[in-house]
C-alpha cells in the first residue's frame, strides 16, 4: 500500500515556474515507478511524465518536453516535477500516481498505475 500526498501547487503568471512534489509513505518506494498525470476542466486525465524506479528512465509527453523535468529521491520517499516557462494551457490539477513494473512503452497509461495521490492545482495566468 502506497500513499501519495502532492504539494507545491499554486497561480502563477505564464513563463514562470513551479515545483510540484510527491511525497509517498511505506519503505518501498524506490520498488515504484512514478508519474505526473494532469486534468484540465472539461477534459480526460492525461500523461505528463514517468519516472523508472531507479531513476534511471524518464518520459515526457511532447507538449512538455524541455520546459518539465521529472526526478525523485528515493532516501525521502518523495518525486518531483520541476515545470518551467508555464503556459496557460498548463492549468490543471496535477496528480501523482505510483506503479509496480510500469511496462516502459505504456508508462502514459492510467492503468499502469495502482496508486494516485488527491491532486494539487495548477493555474498559469496570461
Known amino acids: 500500500q502506497v500513499q501519495l500526498v502532492e504539494s507545491g501547487g499554486g497561480m502563477v503568471q505564464a513563463g514562470g515556474s513551479l515545483r510540484l512534489s510527491c511525497a509517498a509513505s511505506g519503505r518501498t518506494f524506490s520498488a515504484y515507478d512514478m508519474a505526473w498525470f494532469r486534468q484540465a476542466p472539461g477534459k480526460e486525465r492525461e500523461f505528463v511524465s514517468a519516472i523508472s524506479s531507479s531513476g534511471g528512465n524518464t518520459y515526457y509527453t511532447d507538449s512538455v518536453k524541455g520546459r518539465f523535468a521529472i526526478s525523485r529521491d528515493n532516501a525521502k520517499n518523495t518525486v518531483y516535477l520541476q515545470m518551467n516557462s508555464l503556459q496557460p494551457e498548463d492549468t490543471a490539477v496535477y496528480y501523482c500516481?505510483?506503479?509496480?513494473?510500469?511496462?516502459?512503452?505504456?508508462?502514459?497509461?492510467?492503468?499502469?498505475?495502482?496508486?494516485w495521490g488527491q491532486g494539487t492545482q495548477v493555474t498559469v495566468s496570461s
Open positions: 500516481a505510483a506503479g509496480n513494473s510500469v511496462r516502459p512503452w505504456a508508462t502514459w497509461r492510467r492503468s499502469e498505475y495502482s496508486y
